[in-house]
């Protein structure tokens, strides 16, 4: 008798367990925390955007330069910054370029005493890969040095910018200029005129005076 009731029995509890199980609440899965989510990415600039953080590099590197803000200026350019200036020196490095700065404008044997320049792109900035930018232009400047003299110089300007971590720095900036037309070489000329109307003067005051010894020397032997 017990044996014949047993399967009976098996079978109520597993449909007892069955219909306590389908009554069990199912809970929802768990949802991740903000913290536990990967941070969004920043969006990509606009080519707009960049251009105007390009602008932005310009108006203040000439700030800087005109205000002899040399920490401003170094603060826009990388430690590894390769500057070639109009002398044609070739500056490494930022610790580099504050050297020259201060040996032309600061230090008891500077050349300059004051630069007045004003940059301007002749095109938009040329992008690479959007962290790379070639820039070009012209500048004018009105340099007066510390022996008094003053020059206006007209040149042109090329310079590669890299972007890194949204900011944009100088990694090299090169001047030129027509080396056949530019104020230096025009007071060289003014002096080698001035000098050779000197020496010309000269010359013929001496050729007067030996002329004259020379007649006076005659004069005397024929008449001895």
Known sequence: MFRSILPFVFLIAIVHVGAHAQEAPVEPPVQPMPADLPPAAAPEPT???????????R???ERALNQRDLDAL?????????????NGEVVRGSAGVRAY?????????????????TFEADDLSILHDRSTAVAFGHSSGHYELNDGSTFDVDAVWV????????????VAFSYSTNMF??????AQRKYMLIGGGVGMV????LAFFIGRRTARRKEVLSKG
């Open 47 to 57: 080519d707009e955007e960049l251009h105007n953080g390009l602008r932005a590099l």
């Open 59 to 61: 108006t203040e590197m």
């Open 74 to 86: 170094l603060e826009n350019v990388d430690q590894n910054v390769v500057f070639t200036p109009m």
């Open 101 to 117: 700065y201060e040996r032309m404008l600061i230090g008891p044997d500077a050349v300059l005493k004051t630069i007045t320049t």
């Open 159 to 170: 310079t590669t910018i890299l972007r890194r971590h949204g900011r944009w720095r100088i």
């Open 181 to 186: 037309d530019n104020p230096i070489l025009d």
């Open 202 to 205: 000269l010359v013929g005051l």
